[in-house]
Nanobody, 115 residues
């Protein structure tokens, strides 16, 4: 089982990034997928989630209207489009897959928002 995130980096405030998480080793379309983030000295928090076939999404209040989660089950990939980024969005972003008692984490990708 693997979840491999990519797309992180350094961006100026107001900028955009698109994170990707490529999954392998399990039946991706069965799993609810989420993005979490963890900033230095803070607890890991969920920022966005999407149902197995993408019909339902949910977001943390702090990112509503700026971040959009989507998935492509044919490519076993989940995405996080991040617009109008703020310095407080700086964190390591993790991909998370859950189905019943089964759950998997990616290794994380760093997002730094700074001028």
């Amino acid at each position: 089982v693997q979840l491999v995130e990519s797309g992180g980096g350094l961006v100026q405030p107001g900028g955009s990034l698109r994170l990707s998480c490529a999954a392998s080793g399990f039946t991706f379309s069965r799993y609810v997928m989420s993005w979490y983030r963890q900033a230095p000295g803070k607890e890991r928090e969920m920022v966005a989630g999407i149902s197995s076939y993408g019909f339902s999404t949910n977001y943390a209040d702090s990112v509503k209207g700026r971040l959009t989660i989507s998935r492509d089950n044919a490519k076993n990939t989940v995405y996080l489009q991040m617009n109008n980024l703020k310095p407080e969005d700086t964190a390591v972003y993790y991909c998370y897959a859950a189905f019943g008692l089964a759950h998997h984490w990616g290794q994380g990708t760093q997002v730094t928002v700074s001028s």
